[in-house]
């Protein structure tokens, strides 16, 4: 099946501080969505991006399909941004099941 | 904002008793999707719905895990009997069916809060 990497596992940053976190799979992909899991275990949907660059607020995302990597980017990080970041990919007749990555595990401080 | 409901939030059971949980996807979303995810790791899909059947169920441990949803809108999750490895978050999502050059394709999923199990 696909495999899917993210890096770098673990991030500490100051509370203003900008942050790349980056997303690896082996396979072309159809889907490619973004999450926030926060402290209570809530999965909070970032972005759904197979391809091209997305914008809300203080985060944005980049796919490059073609090169299979995508990136988020955090502007002036805050603490509420703390918690787990995962990326997940969909391909088409693998039975369109979300297949996540690894996760990124962001701590912000004061 | 529509959202994803699941009960209860936290179950604690011992060894071989049954549980069960229950999801109500957002109205309108045909697929439903039922994940488990352990302890620092991403969450992995346990069984899929598109409305009323099942279209894969390939990771479910049919020995113990079952999943109905008779009318094509909310869910149940059970097992029985539990094991103590079950302990684990149990997430449930729901999407939207598209369709793009005749092939059907799942769109964004959405995930609900979440139930904690802790099985002693």
């Known amino acids: 099946g696909i495999q899917v990497e993210q890096s770098p596992p673990d991030l500490i940053l100051q509370e203003g501080a900008n942050s790349t976190l980056r997303c690896n799979f082996s396979d072309s992909v159809n889907n490619l969505q973004w999450f926030h899991q926060n402290p209570w275990g809530q999965l909070i949907n970032l972005f759904y991006i197979p391809s091209g660059t997305k914008q809300n607020g203080r985060l944005s995302a980049t796919t490059v399909a073609t090169e299979r990597y995508s990136l988020l980017y955090i502007s002036s990080s805050q603490t509420t941004d703390s918690g787990v970041y995962f990326c997940a990919v969909i391909k088409w007749g693998g039975g369109n099941k979300l297949t996540f990555g690894t996760g990124t595990q962001l701590k912000v401080e004061l | 904002e529509a959202e994803v409901a699941q009960s209860p939030r936290y179950k604690i059971t011992e060894k071989s008793q049954a549980v069960a949980f229950w999801c109500d996807p957002i109205s309108g979303h045909a697929t439903l999707y039922w994940y488990r995810q352990i302890l620092g790791q991403g969450p992995e899909l346990l069984v899929q719905?598109?409305?009323?059947?099942?279209?894969?169920d390939s990771q479910l441990p049919k020995d113990r895990f079952s999943a109905e949803r008779l009318k094509g809108v909310d869910s149940t999750l059970k097992i029985q009997p539990a094991e103590l490895g079950d302990s684990a978050m149990y997430l449930c999502?729901?999407?939207?069916?598209?369709?793009?050059?005749?092939?059907?394709?799942?769109?964004?999923?959405?995930f609900g809060p979440g139930t904690r199990l802790l099985v002693l």
């Open positions: 999502a729901s999407s939207k069916t598209g369709t793009s050059g005749g092939r059907r394709y799942q769109e964004t999923q959405y």
């Open positions: 719905f598109q409305d009323e059947s099942v279209v894969d």
